[in-house]
């Protein structure tokens, strides 16, 4: 039975990353009827506006060697994602480490992906990219902080490689998930994010924030991933 992917990032949060796939999910139709809103709209109204603040300083090892373990689960956080967001799901050692899986389907395109490790077919896209972080806000935080964000469920999402990659490090302002049932799930999940780690929207990003989901039937607001600190053991810049 074919699962359909878009609620992924919405729902899925609430639970632990291993080992629950149940998601709840607005069916493509419904996602973009007018006279939308809800608790997504109304946490992106709530955002602090400022201007974008330059890169300079940003670098990816500022937010951690990638895919800590930082739910001590003994996994990285790139198989837990997969683990998650995959049907079909076959491992190589263990219950850790993906060797194959069907994005079925991806989030970003609408196409069924297939993963198979050692392959870049399917990305951990950061739903909030670090780069665009670090220009609102993320560059003045403890490292924990940004450690915790680089690895938060709630903000990472397995999808199409080749699309994620025309992404870059772009806000809701320029750039939105081709696939346009997606893109209320897509623009509440960054909401979300910026929202739990108190980061800040230009007003080109919270204006189109906001257009996207008013045309979004009863939007929920994803809740739940890690904390926004992570454990003492990665407190060391």
């Not at 603040?53 to 670098?59: M, S, V």
């Not at 690895?151 to 346009?180: C, E, F, I, Y």
């Not at 910026?194 to 994803?222: F, G, N, R």
């Amino acid at each position: 039975m074919r699962r359909l992917r878009g609620g992924v990032a919405v729902a899925v949060m609430v639970f632990a990353v291993a080992g629950c796939k149940d998601q709840t999910t607005g069916s493509a139709g419904s996602e973009q009827t007018a006279g939308g809103g809800g608790a997504a709209l109304t946490a992106a109204e709530s955002l602090t506006v400022k201007g974008r603040a330059p890169k300079t300083g940003y670098d990816r090892d500022r937010f951690g060697t990638a895919w800590a373990d930082t739910d001590s689960n003994s996994c990285d956080t790139r198989d837990d994602i997969l683990k998650r967001d995959l049907e079909d799901v076959k491992f190589t050692d263990g219950d850790c480490k993906v060797s194959y899986g069907v994005l079925d389907s991806d989030p970003y395109s609408g196409k069924d992906v297939t993963y198979r490790r050692g392959r870049s077919q399917v990305d951990i896209d950061h739903v909030v990219a670090l780069s665009d972080a670090w220009q609102k806000g993320a560059k003045y935080w403890d490292p924990s902080k940004r450690i915790a964000l680089a690895n938060d469920p709630l903000n990472l999402l397995a999808v199409d490689a080749s699309t994620n990659r025309s992404k870059g490090d772009g806000d809701t302002a320029t750039w939105l998930p081709p696939n346009k049932a997606y893109r209320c799930t897509y623009v509440a999940a960054q909401v979300a994010v910026k929202k739990k780690y108190e980061l800040w929207v230009t007003a080109a990003e919270k204006s189109a924030m906001e257009k996207v989901l008013s045309s979004c039937a009863d939007q929920k607001l994803p809740s739940g991933g890690n904390p926004t600190e992570a454990p003492a053991r990665f407190h060391a810049d």
